[in-house]
């Protein structure tokens, strides 16, 4: 399913329900080529660096290789795990990311964070601190960037708030979001990973299925759902990124 040249930018006009009937059981890799020949332009990776997103930017850098590669856009939270950001440095390094980095603005560390919120601010205003550093630096740079269409690492089997996630849907702001994982489980992500010797996360190997801030991810326990070690404690389920 392909669409004019003429149309690409029209990305309004698309029929969701004609594109997720055609891609709901398609595999990531079918699912980012119809996204890198129809959406040429303005489309965009968010990307934590977790295992699911590794698993997309390999497809995107090493299989697709698109003649302008995908921008990846990772927000700096000022709170990751030094793990993470050695992530980040070597995938920029081995893929030669077109790598683009948000964050809070006028802040460039935690203590500077700390200095101007208070310690510990996530304890004060969980919402508020989630919308400074994730919120607000993810829609500064989807606008900078030009997106239309954002491509996200969720799968439906993640949490029971995701498991009716279509591929392709629309945001709050208009632009169509892809979730080319969504019909994939855990272990088909780790599958591809070990195949494709992707590399990923040394602490996705002691216990942290899914990582976040380092202040607010836990290792899980056995038997605990994914998402169990994010916000321990609390009722929360997404940040606010995708709700």
């Not at 990311?97 to 004060?124: H, P």
């Not at 942290?208 to 998402?227: A, M």
Request: charged share 25%; aromatic share 10%; with cysteine.
């Amino acid at each position: 399913m392909s669409y004019p040249v003429s149309s690409l930018i029209q990305v309004s006009d698309l029929d969701l329900a004609q594109l997720n009937r055609k891609f709901d059981l398609a595999n990531p890799g079918r699912i980012l080529a119809w996204c890198v020949e129809n959406l040429p332009t303005g489309l965009v990776q968010a990307s934590a660096f977790n295992v699911d997103d590794m698993v997309l930017t390999d497809i995107l850098y090493r299989a697709l290789r698109p003649v302008k590669p995908v921008p990846v856009l990772f927000l700096d939270t000022l709170h990751h795990f030094p793990e993470t950001l050695d992530l980040v440095a070597q995938a920029k390094a081995l893929y030669r990311l077109n790598l683009k980095v948000y964050r809070i603005q006028c802040l460039r560390s935690a203590e500077a964070f700390a200095a101007k919120y208070g310690e510990a601010f996530w304890k004060q205003d969980i919402e508020k601190f989630h919308y400074l550093t994730k919120i607000e630096p993810l829609q500064r740079g989807l606008s900078d960037l030009g997106s239309v269409a954002w491509i996200t690492g969720r799968r439906r089997d993640q949490s029971p708030t995701r498991s009716e996630m279509p591929v392709f849907e629309w945001d709050h702001q208009g632009r169509l979001k892809v979730n080319p994982l969504a019909n994939w489980k855990r272990k088909e992500s780790w599958a591809y990973v070990f195949e494709h010797d992707v590399i990923y996360n040394p602490l996705h190997d002691h216990g942290y299925s899914s990582i976040g801030d380092e202040p607010l991810t836990t290792p899980i326990r056995e038997g605990e759902d994914e998402r169990a070690g994010r916000w321990r404690g609390t009722n929360k389920t997404e940040c606010g990124i995708h709700i």
